[in-house]
């Protein structure tokens, strides 16, 4: 059998691509993104306090597939010059990371630990000398413990102790830091974390949602407020999970079902930034929501972000379920459908990303979208020292080329993050699921650059 035959034949016609890329002007952004818990490790040294990921990893391990926890995970706190290193290498010059807030703060108020800013200090110095553009994210999902065990983001005091975080973190590196995106996919923290005990902090149903929900979106655009307070000129964005909806079947009940997922998924944060106020026509059950809403909060809950990170990954189709509560609907997952899915079980659908795009466009109000991630987790093969992953690669190139078909038909979408930088921590699927352009070898903690890598380095380049 001649090894190098297929290959020829899986590369796929990427002409429309580079037509697409040869209309950008240099200002356009190519970068890769990651997050300080699924990739720092340390997670107790230096003074750094434990967060509510440390805790429900450590704690609740059959939560997690295999056991696993990122205690380790791909020690970046140590290893961050060399993996930065690799990065300008590939000629990949803008870096999308996260401060954890217990290395800075390690019980979430109070005293500030210095090695956490040093260390954030040095990360953000060598981004700077090796050419990498630092975007920081200040909120992916690592609340100290120490708040959850005062109620975490069900009591509404997080809005203080969040906009105190962030002024420090403004303040000591505002002055090396232009892009900010206060937080990261709040639908999937409040929803996975308070809703329905998949993710830390493990806790569930309405009573603890609603409130989560509003302090969120509270905290959110009052975190914006004080960066601005601090640097006027800073740009300040915040990130959003979507997913294109569709219904199941073309009947009444289904496309009822899938509105009300579009709400639940797509709308909820977005909408009240924006002055719209929750998606409560559509979401029935989200009423309650009112009694956490205080007067002079209509003011609060909005703020003219300078731009938003929209993050996708696959579309959905929603049917009809009487079992279903709150919402009588359901997902059909892309097994069940019998279409191409990733290790996520995630389909494969690139127009997605176009469409929400489109979607998030057509808001009056939105400055400038940045696609801050998009990826996927698929199997690696090894030979020898090369990794081919030619579904990843393939993947990429369909959704940047969806990307900057909604940039050439008019939409306002600036830039490109690709999740992931290094194979990580993922979550509740543990190390399972791969996302990098990087192959961590988590014995060693060697990396080595696989196919999508090389690719997308050399197509930002060119
Ligand atoms: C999150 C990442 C996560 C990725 C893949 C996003 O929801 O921001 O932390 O690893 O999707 O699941």
Redesign the pocket.
């Known amino acids: 059998m001649i090894l190098s035959e297929p290959k020829a034949s899986l590369e796929k016609d990427a002409s429309t691509l580079y037509a697409y890329k040869k209309q950008l002007d240099a200002s356009f952004v190519w970068g890769v993104?990651a997050?300080a818990y699924?990739t720092e490790g340390a997670y107790n040294i230096d003074g750094k306090g434990p967060s509510i990921w440390d805790t429900f990893t450590n704690e609740n391990k059959n939560k997690i597939k295999d056991r696993k926890n990122a205690n380790i995970a791909c020690d970046f706190y140590s290893r961050y010059e060399d993996d930065l290193k690799l990065m300008q290498s590939l000629g990949i010059n803008h870096f999308r990371f996260s401060i954890s807030w217990s290395r800075i703060l390690p019980s979430g108020t109070g005293e500030i630990n210095p090695a956490g800013i040093a260390f954030y200090d040095r990360l953000i110095d060598t981004c700077l000398r090796y050419g990498i553009t630092p975007w920081v994210t200040l909120y992916?999902?690592d609340l100290p413990q120490a708040l959850e065990k005062r109620g975490g983001w069900t009591n509404r005091e997080v809005v203080n102790w969040f906009t105190g975080y962030v002024a420090i973190c403004v303040k000591h590196f505002g002055d090396r830091v232009q892009h900010w995106m206060v937080m990261?996919?709040p639908m999937?923290f409040v929803g996975a974390g308070y809703f329905l005990g998949l993710h830390a902090p493990g806790r569930r149903g309405m009573k603890n949602f609603l409130p989560a929900i509003h302090h969120a979106v509270l905290s959110m655009c009052e975190g914006a407020r004080a960066i601005k307070s601090i640097y006027p000129n800073a740009t300040v964005g915040t990130?959003f999970?979507c997913s294109h909806i569709e219904p199941y079947r073309n009947i009444e009940k289904d496309h009822l079902a899938a509105y009300k997922v579009d709400a639940l998924l797509n709308r909820m944060f977005i909408e009240p930034t924006l002055g719209m106020g929750y998606p409560i026509d559509t979401l029935k059950p989200l009423q309650n929501i009112h009694q956490y809403i205080l007067p002079g909060d209509e003011y609060k809950m909005k703020y003219d972000f300078d731009f938003i990170g929209v993050?996708n990954?696959t579309r959905e189709f929603v049917k009809h379920s009487w079992f279903t509560p709150y919402l009588n609907a359901r997902l059909i997952t892309a097994p069940n459908r019998k279409v191409p899915h990733t290790l996520?079980n995630w389909e494969v659908y690139p127009e997605s990303i176009y469409h929400m795009i489109r979607k998030f466009d057509a808001y009056p109000g939105i400055k400038k979208i940045l696609i801050t991630?998009n990826?996927a987790?698929f199997e690696d093969t090894h030979h020898e020292s090369l990794i081919s992953d030619h579904l990843r690669t393939t993947y990429l190139q369909d959704h940047i080329e969806q990307v900057l078909r909604a940039r050439a038909e008019g939409s306002k979408v600036d830039g490109y993050f690709v999740?992931?930088w290094t194979d990580?921590f993922?979550?509740a699927?543990g190390y399972h699921?791969r996302?990098g352009l990087i192959y961590t070898d988590f014995k060693n903690q060697n990396r080595i650059v696989k196919e999508s890598g090389l690719w997308y380095g050399s197509f930002i380049r060119e």
């Open positions: 993104s997050s699924q992916h999902w990261n996919e999937v990130t999970s993050q990954y996520m991630e990826g987790a999740w992931t990580n993922e979550w699927e699921p996302f």
